[in-house]
């Protein structure tokens, strides 16, 4: 079961979350059938937006918008503070290079563009934070949005490993870190190296107990805290009522012409491709309303 682990360290200095998300990322891989580059940038940003909603309480939902000029087109995900996050990708089927290593290269075919965080608090107007895309490869574009956006000295990390002969989901994760306003310089200096010289995020998740090894990678010789642990999960809020709402939003005249021309409607999820049919009669019922 996918799950994140909420820490801090003892001395209240640093605090860090972990995450694995294999099957979060394996049902919208599933969902979407997307293809290897696609998959991996999806699944990037379904991790980070997971790791943004376990920053909030309450009923707060987070969208983040990661959109490039590249080939990937725009990638959505939202997450909620309980661990659920939909989302998607606009160009589902790239399959392009990797690295050396067999990594699957995401930066190329993102492109220049913004990172976007929207929070909706449930208040009058939702927050809105934006910053350039510095890299591409999700993680250290989250980093930079927690510096310039929140002044949180952050190191992030997201990866999804791929089968090599299926390219389907093997492992799925991340973790993130923050310095807090009392860690000294040459706390910030040891964290810094634990980062370096730490396994792949890919190498930790294949580990018997991945999160618990991330953990321990990441604060080294610094006693910690393990606070929280949540389950994590690929969920939509889509329904047929609110698929319904949305037609009849759209007035008498659309509606008139759907029953015309198709005697019906079929509306497919953006974020999940759950599918809801609509007769004439429903049709017709939200006209006579």
């Known amino acids: 079961m996918d799950k994140i682990i909420k820490s801090i360290s003892k001395n ?3 605090r860090a979350f972990v995450l694995d998300s294999t099957e979060t990322v394996r049902e919208a891989q599933r969902r979407h059938q997307t293809w290897p580059t696609s998959t991996v ?5 379904l991790i980070a ?13 987070i969208t983040l918008k990661i959109l490039g000029d590249g080939a990937m087109g725009a990638i959505i995900a939202v997450a909620d503070s309980k661990g659920h996050v939909k989302g998607y990708v606009k160009n589902r089927e790239l399959d392009y290079k990797r690295a050396s290593t067999g990594e699957v ?3 190329p075919f993102v492109g220049n563009g913004f990172l976007v965080v929207v929070k909706d608090m449930g208040l009058k107007h939702p927050y809105s ?4 895309l510095i890299t591409g490869e999700i993680g250290e574009d989250l980093a930079w949005y927690f510096l310039s ?14 089968d090599e002969d299926a390219d389907t989901v093997k492992i799925a994760g991340g973790f993130m870190l923050q310095a807090l306003p009392d860690a000294t310089d040459d706390e910030i200096s040891e964290i810094e190296r634990n980062i370096k010289t730490m396994p792949a995020i890919s190498t930790m998740l294949e580990s018997d ?5 991330m953990l321990a990678n990441i604060y080294g010789e610094m006693p910690y805290l393990s606070l929280e642990e949540t389950p994590l999960s690929f969920e939509c809020d889509c329904s047929k009522t609110r698929f319904l709402e949305g037609i009849k939003s759209l007035g008498r005249q659309p509606i008139e012409e ?9 509306v497919v999820c953006q974020f999940c491709e759950e599918k809801y049919t609509f007769t004439e009669a429903e049709l017709q019922a939200l006209i006579s309303e």
């Open 49 to 61: 937006a997971q790791i943004l909603g376990a920053n909030e309480k309450g009923d707060a939902k």
């Open 12 to 14: 209240g200095h640093f």
């Open 209 to 213: 107990n991945p999160l618990e090894t």
């Open 105 to 107: 290269l995401v930066a």
């Open 258 to 266: 759907m029953i015309a021309e198709d005697h019906g409607a079929e």
């Open 41 to 45: 940038a999806l699944g990037r940003t």
């Open 149 to 162: 956006s929140e002044q949180t000295p952050s190191s992030v990390g997201v990866n999804v490993l791929l």
């Open 129 to 132: 934070g934006q910053v350039d």
